[in-house]
């Protein structure tokens, strides 16, 4: 199986590309302040998808944040435990994971606001690549401690499971109705169908056996 198209994997290097993706962000990010319209061509707008096909909206989406918080939090979120995984898969294998993840979880949320009728929502943000890196963290490094605030410690594979019932919470009781809840989730789900289809590895078997969830190179 590991031999077939969808399982075959990339060159390893190990290039930064988490870093490169931090400075896109940020480029990005300056370049919407310094032309607010612009957001209406970057963000993902379901009305402008359809009428206009603004398809690239579906990439250029996670690129780009509604303010310094925003994009703070998801680009410590990427040098910390993007570039971990990045070392772990291989520059050219993350780039995949994280542009894929992103992407689907874009398209999946659009799917369900195309549906109830939300064409004017504003979708932006990387968070939902994030959280399937964290996810990827989780399952390589599922014995690492991550410090709450600086203090707490908690195991990735905790946190993980966490997160993911705090936005399940959040989604089905609208808590935060202006944080893509949904897209969090789709970003987890994605990603964990990465890890198993292309990669061979099982998250829940991984968080189990401390690491040892599948196979890869």
């Known amino acids: 199986m590991k031999s077939s198209f969808i399982r075959r994997p990339l060159r390893y290097t190990n290039e930064n590309y988490a870093l490169g993706l931090i400075v896109v962000n940020i480029a990005v990010f300056l370049f919407n302040m310094l032309s607010r319209s612009s957001v209406y061509y970057t963000a993902l707008i379901p009305g402008l998808v359809i009428d ?49 993840t992103g992407t689907l979880a874009g398209i999946f ?60 919470f959040n989604q089905v009781f609208s808590v935060q109705s202006g944080v893509a809840h949904l897209t969090h989730l789709a970003g987890f789900g994605f990603a964990y169908l990465y890890l198993v289809i292309r990669m061979g590895i099982d998250p829940i078997k991984s968080f189990r056996s401390g690491g040892r969830g599948g196979h890869w190179r």
Do not use: K
Not at 56 to 63: D, G, H, K, L
Not at 81 to 92: A, D, K, L
């Open 52 to 100: 206009r096909l603004y398809l690239w909206q579906f990439v250029t989406y996670m690129f780009t944040h509604s303010g310094i918080s925003h994009i703070l939090f998801n680009m410590l979120g990427l040098f910390f435990f993007g570039t971990q995984v990045e070392r772990r898969m291989g520059s050219h294998e993350f780039l995949l994971f994280y542009l894929s």
């Open 109 to 168: 949320s659009f799917v369900i606001y195309i549906l109830t009728g939300m064409y004017g929502v504003i979708l932006l943000g990387a968070s939902g690549a994030i959280f399937g890196v964290l996810l990827a963290f989780a399952v390589f490094y599922p014995h690492v401690n991550i410090y709450i605030m600086g203090i707490f410690p908690v195991r990735a594979p905790v946190l993980v499971i966490g997160y993911t019932a705090i936005e399940l």
